[in-house]
């Protein structure tokens, strides 16, 4: 695979802050590959895209394009001469243009009738024929992220940068304009680096997920791997529910109150490691024998969240389908997952069970 996006040891920080916006960031994005850059708010989410596009300029590190240096200590190579487009947050459209004139801003210098070809061509792509001639004020928001994209599209970028490009959006069109950002970047094989800060927003439209807290990459793997194996305790609690729940190891064995489960402990493992549980890999059954307890269910349609007291202290929290119907303080045994389990220190994953 051929990386169109290299960054090494990237250091960024704003004049007057005292904490850098990014530190020594390694991130490699392949050919064609959609990843998503994850992280709180001020985690440095969109320098990252700004130093990818050029709009800022790296303090330390390298910048590569597509095997290109395009920053350096030595070398900076201008936006305009990038092959990257960006669609902005807030999407930056012209309000005193219409629809194909947005578009066409873009497209640099082309003969007039080359010009008219490649608007119809991105018109058609992003399903915008019909409103060529609207102004933005006249356009849905879900319009206007495409024309937004039709426009960075426009010059045929190398690589696409999209900032947030759903923030704008209502619940339901988010989840459609997903899948069609999603299809669109796949049908032109582009390689696209979306900023979200939705857990959910990222494993659903990415091949892979970068995971970024203050300013440095913590993980960068696909969504299910991120998900269930993060590579420590703050992306697991980053990027979904996460209970962990403590074991004693025993030669190879994780001693738990969800049971015992083989290990393979590394030389530095501690004695006492914690499990980690997200909230459907587990099952709840109703038995006096068991050692757990249901402390409350609360209904949500189509699954029941349970809170279940362990006798270790831990509060499992816990999703199950909606027809599990457990009354609070019934003794319950806890069934787990353990193709999904897998076992921290105080700081980092240190293996699987
Ligand atoms: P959000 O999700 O809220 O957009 P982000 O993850 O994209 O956040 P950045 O916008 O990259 O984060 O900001 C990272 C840090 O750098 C923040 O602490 C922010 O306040 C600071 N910062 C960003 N731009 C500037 C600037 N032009 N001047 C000074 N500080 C800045």
């Known amino acids: ?37 994850l992280g709180p708010s001020g985690c440095g989410k969109t320098t990252t895209l700004r130093l990818i596009a050029g709009f800022e300029r790296p303090d330390a590190g390298t910048v590569a394009l597509n095997g290109e240096v395009v920053a350096s200590e030595d070398r900076f190579v201008p936006p305009e001469r990038r092959g990257v487009g960006m669609v902005f947050q807030d999407y930056a459209l012209f309000p005193h243009l219409t629809v194909a004139e947005n578009i066409a801003f873009g497209l640099g210098r082309l003969t007039r009738s080359a010009r008219r070809e490649r608007i119809r061509d991105l018109l058609r792509l992003t399903g915008l024929e019909d409103v060529h001639d609207r102004y933005p004020h006249q356009l849905s928001g879900g ?6 994209i039709a426009r960075a599209l426009g010059p045929n970028p190398q690589v696409l940068l999209l900032d947030e490009p759903f923030s704008n959006l209502d619940t339901e069109l988010r989840l459609q304009m997903r899948v069609e950002l999603r299809r669109l970047l796949e049908q032109l094989g582009i390689t696209a680096v979306l900023v979200t800060h939705d857990q959910q927003e990222a494993m659903a439209i990415a091949d892979r997920m970068a995971v970024m807290l203050a300013g440095h990459i913590e993980q960068v793997d696909t969504p299910e791997k991120v998900y269930h194996y993060p590579v420590n305790r703050a992306v697991a609690q980053f990027v979904g529910q996460a209970t962990f729940v403590p074991a004693r190891l025993n030669g190879v064995l994780a001693e738990s109150d969800l049971g015992r ?5 590394r030389a530095s493992s501690p004695d006492l490691v914690e499990l980690l549980v997200r909230p459907r890999d587990v099952s709840l059954e109703a ?38 119907d457990i009354p609070p303080g019934t003794r319950v045994r806890v069934r787990c997952n353990r193709a999904r389990l897998a076992a921290f220190d105080r700081h980092a994953q240190i293996g699987v069970t």
Do not use: H
């Not at 249901?294 to 929290?317: A, D, N």
């Open 287 to 324: 038995d006096p024998q068991g050692i757990a307890v249901v402390l409350s269910r609360q209904f949500q349609g189509p699954e029941t969240v349970y809170l279940v007291q362990l006798p270790c202290g831990v509060q499992l929290q816990t999703s199950q389908p909606s027809y599990v």
């Open 261 to 265: 489960f083989a290990f393979e402990p």
């Open 1 to 37: 695979m051929q990386p169109a996006i290299q960054l090494s040891g990237v250091w960024k920080r704003y004049p007057g802050n005292e904490e850098p916006a990014v530190r020594d960031l390694d991130l490699t994005v392949y050919r064609g590959e959609i990843l998503a850059l």
């Open 143 to 148: 319009q206007q992220q495409r024309v937004a």
